[in-house]
């Protein structure tokens, strides 16, 4: 057996801070149900079949019971003495009933065969779930005494279990009590849950009008929401409580809360604008399960000494919190990713639609992106004569000058020939020069005779 962590005294059987062994310490429950074992002066011994994130106080022992057997916890027990048994471990609402029972069935047969072939008798504390009772119309209590026909198959899964448990007790072979758990809120709330869905969603890129959509089934129903804190706390003194023996006892918040109110409570700790959407695709809950239930703390208070201390809106800023640090470490981040690779793939999408369609009033349709290539190329590399004056320098420039100057010069007078010969002033003009030189020749002559030689 391979134990991670430190060691220490062996905690003493009379209830006082000793070692606690916690199944399942990895999950939800178990992580909140360690960490008020070890504020109450108990040093805790982590059981999971996987290493997870957890307290470097704790220790780990990897183990698991559905297939390796109950041998592996029997000697754990034997090695460490510890006062108290925390079963922790279980599956929630998984689609496969197969799975249900192996994890909420079958591994508390183990978990009893381990305690039954130990010498060591430490307290077992079974979190059960307040869904092995039978649904109730709206108003009345679920009391410990209440019928117990689920109506569900985690439901049915969480009874045989918690049954399996409280046969052992009335046989004399285990100390037991049997913590019937409502519905918890808190830090690390599992992204299957209702809340935890809504905190995924939060997390997610906001729309481009800047708010984020919240997908959920319809919110119909109200629930008994109790502070992951508070049931830790519960744990802690069912450890401890000597009338509790062979006990159920239920824990909750005593009051019902509509669960579109929870979910405002969450959405309003997020401080997000969302846009909240209800509709018939998917279920978080079966439509079996009831529209309304309240648990009766009564018992609790009256066999562990323990009353809730918190509302559901302290609950729900430390969800919010823990989701976020998980996003912000690394994980729990999928929904953000996705939503992030969705936004991208459209944004790219549009830059592909910008280019396409080009500038304001710049040519469209299939050979619209030639015909800017050819621009782009004419812009960028310039008429011919431009290109050689670069390449040739300042007295090519100089000289290029010149050579304009003197095309200018004659493109000016072809142009006033031109211009003359449309009008016939350019033959007219030849004679008259013609007749001039003429008559200036023979003036000449004329000057020469009159003279002589």
């Known amino acids: ?33 360690g960490a008020a074992l070890e504020a109450a002066g108990h040093e805790v011994i982590a059981v999971a079949r996987q290493a997870a994130k957890m307290p470097a106080s704790w220790q780990f022992c990897p183990m698991d019971l559905v297939k390796d057997g109950p041998d592996a916890l029997t000697r754990l027990i034997e090695a460490e003495h510890p006062v108290a048994v925390v079963n922790a471990a279980g599956v929630a609402w998984s689609s496969s009933v197969g799975v249900m029972r192996q994890g909420n069935q079958l591994l508390v047969d183990q978990l009893l065969a381990a305690l039954d072939a130990a010498s060591w008798r430490p307290r077992l504390v079974h979190l059960g779930s307040v869904h092995e009772y039978t649904p109730q119309p709206a108003g009345v209590l679920l009391a410990e005494d209440s019928p117990t026909r689920p109506a569900t198959d985690y439901g049915q899964s969480k009874l045989l279990g918690s049954q399996a448990v409280l046969r052992s007790v009335e046989e004399g072979r285990t100390n037991a ?81 509509h ?25 978080v809950r079966p439509a079996t399960d009831a529209d309304w239930m309240c648990v009766d703390v009564t018992a609790a208070r009256e066999l562990l000494g323990w009353s809730p ?27 953000r990713r996705a939503a992030r690779t969705r936004a991208d ?3 790219r999408s549009a830059t592909r639609r910008r280019r396409a369609a080009g500038p304001q009033g710049a040519p469209t ?62 033959d007219a003009g030849q004679r008259t020069r013609a007749r001039g030189r003429a008559r200036a020749g023979a003036g000449a002559r004329a000057r020469a005779r009159a003279h002589g030689p």
Do not use: Y
């Open 1 to 33: 057996m391979t134990l991670v962590g430190t060691q220490s005294v062996p905690g003493a059987p009379d209830g006082s801070p000793g070692r606690v062994v916690v199944l399942g310490a990895t999950g939800f429950v178990g992580r909140h149900a």
């Open 177 to 257: 009590v049997v913590l019937r758990l409502s519905n918890l809120i808190g830090a690390g709330t599992p992204p299957g849950s209702l809340l935890g869905r809504v905190a995924q969603q939060l997390l997610a890129r906001p729309e481009p009008g800047g708010a984020v959509t919240v997908q959920l089934s319809p919110l119909r129903s109200s629930r008994d929401f109790v502070d992951a804190k508070d049931a830790s706390e519960a744990v802690v003194a069912a450890t401890r409580a000597p009338g509790a023996r062979g006990r159920v006892v239920n824990i909750g918040s005593g009051t019902s809360l």
């Open 259 to 283: 669960v579109r109110a929870v979910v405002e409570r969450l959405i309003a700790a997020s401080g997000r604008r969302v846009r909240l959407v209800e509709d018939t695709g998917g279920t």
């Open 309 to 335: 201390r918190r509302g559901p809106e302290e609950a729900v800023r430390d969800l919010w919190k823990a989701a976020k640090r998980a996003v912000g470490a690394g994980g729990g981040g999928g929904v």
């Open 345 to 347: 793939a459209a944004g």
């Open 365 to 426: 349709g299939p050979k619209a992106s030639t015909r800017r290539a050819e621009d782009s190329r004419a812009r960028t590399w310039g008429p011919p004569r431009t290109a050689r004056v670069h390449e040739r320098g300042p007295r090519a420039h100089h000289s290029m000058q010149s050579q304009g100057r003197g095309d200018r010069t004659r493109t000016r007078g072809s142009r006033r020939t031109g211009a003359k010969a449309r009008t016939g002033h350019g």
